[in-house]
Every structure is written in structure tokens, then in C-alpha cells.
């Protein structure tokens, strides 16, 4: 498998245009997350997904971001209109349906996201 | 709640000395834990976890890390450091029952690796 494919790698824009982030995760695995990484914050959970279907999405910072998954392949994160501030780099992860806990995530690359 | 303290945001070491990475941990389930790797401008990837097995758990390129409950950590070492070794580590907790949303990430320690 080629792992959590994430696109663009690096995407440059302007205040207020949209920005759509891309991902797809591991085949078979059954939750895909959406992190987002700063040096000021760290390590952000923004939402997770189960079976397509969103399950927690109180990481998500406001309504200017919202994710979906329309099947079980593809995930997209966007961000309508987008500010400086949501420069960041936001990572894909997916992980098997797992019966108890210590379910292992897998990450994808990364979008390196600047926002000028 | 849980929660999870990494005690260093950076460690320095030289080449072929160990390496620790302190990781302390709450939680009110029996947690997992894991440690990743993320070098510079890459995703992270998985070291080594613990779920409940054995205490010791041994890792990917030689790290490896002891659950101890009574002192709640769960620090990354590794014997000698090698040049490759210099990234940013982050320990993971995440609840008894699965569920993603408990999943808390550390804020990181840079390790570098002194020639």
C-alpha cells in the first residue's frame, strides 16, 4: 500500500480565497483523522471520522473549516475563506477498526499550508 | 481526563551516547501509549506503543520505552544515538475504551545529535 496520500504538499494563497485539502487514506481502514500542526499550538486534533461518518469534530476551530468524506477512499478539509492565521501544516491519519484501544495511526506527509 | 507532559523540548546528545526522552502520563482508563517520530518536513511515524502487554516495549531502530504505572511514565530510550536519530519525538496517550477523540499528543522534544 502507498500509505495516507495527502495533496497538495504545499499550497501558497491569499487571505480570504478558499483552500480545499485532500486525502486519502490507508485502504481498509475504517478512521481517518485531520490534524493540524503549529509551532505555537503543537499538535491539533481538528476531526475524526468512522466509517465515512463524522464522529468528533469539536477540534475544529470555527465555522470557516469544514471536512467531509464522501466515501471511504477520499476526505477533503476546507477552509472558506481562509486567514494568515491557518498557516500550518495539516496532516492525514488513518487507522484500523480496532476492537479495544492502542489503535496505531498512520500519517500521510503533510499539506505545508501559508497563507499570505 | 488524560493528559500527557513530555519534560523537555529539547535534548542534545552526542553521537553514540544514550538517549532519554522523558513522558509522563494521566489518565483514568489503562491508557496506551505510543511514541512517534516525525523528522523534518514528514509525516510521523510510529516508534512503539504499548497496549496492556508486556512493559517493555522495543521499538523501531533500536528506541524503546518502559511502562512503569506507579511513577505514570513511559520514557523513550535508546543506547547509543545516531545522527539519523535527530528529529522530534512525541508521546501519545490515548483512553482504555477506543476512542479517537481521547487521543492527546505531547507537545514534542527536539532531540539533536551532537557529532
Known amino acids: 500500500d502507498a500509505g495516507v496520500i495527502q495533496s497538495p504538499r504545499h499550497e501558497v494563497t491569499e487571505m480570504g480565497q478558499e483552500v480545499t485539502l485532500r486525502c486519502k487514506p490507508i485502504?481498509?481502514?475504517?478512521?481517518l483523522f485531520w490534524y493540524r500542526q503549529t509551532m505555537m499550538r503543537g499538535l491539533e486534533l481538528l476531526i475524526y471520522f468512522n466509517n465515512n461518518v463524522p464522529i468528533d469534530d469539536s477540534g475544529m476551530p470555527e465555522d470557516r473549516f469544514s471536512a467531509k468524506m464522501p466515501n471511504a477512499s477520499f476526505s477533503t478539509l476546507k477552509i472558506q475563506p481562509s486567514e494568515p492565521r491557518d498557516s500550518a501544516v495539516y496532516f492525514c491519519?488513518?487507522?484500523?477498526?480496532?476492537?479495544?484501544?492502542?489503535?496505531?495511526?498512520?500519517f500521510g506527509p503533510g499539506t505545508r499550508l501559508l497563507v499570505l | 481526563a488524560q493528559s500527557v507532559t513530555q519534560l523537555d523540548s529539547h535534548v542534545s546528545v552526542s553521537e553514540g551516547t544514550p538517549v532519554l526522552l522523558r513522558c509522563n502520563y494521566s489518565s483514568s482508563y489503562s491508557p496506551s501509549l505510543f511514541w512517534y517520530v516525525q523528522h523534518p518536513n514528514k509525516g510521523l511515524q510510529l516508534l512503539l506503543k504499548?497496549?496492556?502487554?508486556?512493559?517493555l516495549v522495543k521499538g523501531i531502530n533500536g528506541f524503546e520505552a518502559e511502562f512503569k504505572k506507579s511513577e505514570t511514565s513511559f520514557h523513550l530510550t535508546k543506547p547509543s544515538a545516531h545522527m539519523s536519530d535527530a528529529a522530534e519525538y512525541f508521546c501519545?496517550?490515548?483512553?482504555?475504551?477506543?476512542?479517537?477523540?481521547?487521543?492527546?499528543f505531547g507537545s514534542g522534544t527536539r532531540l539533536s545529535i551532537r557529532p
Open positions: 504499548y497496549t496492556s502487554a508486556a512493559t
Open positions: 501519545v496517550v490515548s483512553g482504555g475504551y477506543s476512542s479517537a477523540s481521547k487521543i492527546i
Open positions: 485502504s481498509g481502514h475504517d478512521y
Open positions: 491519519a488513518s487507522s484500523l477498526v480496532a476492537s479495544g484501544s492502542g489503535e496505531t495511526q498512520y
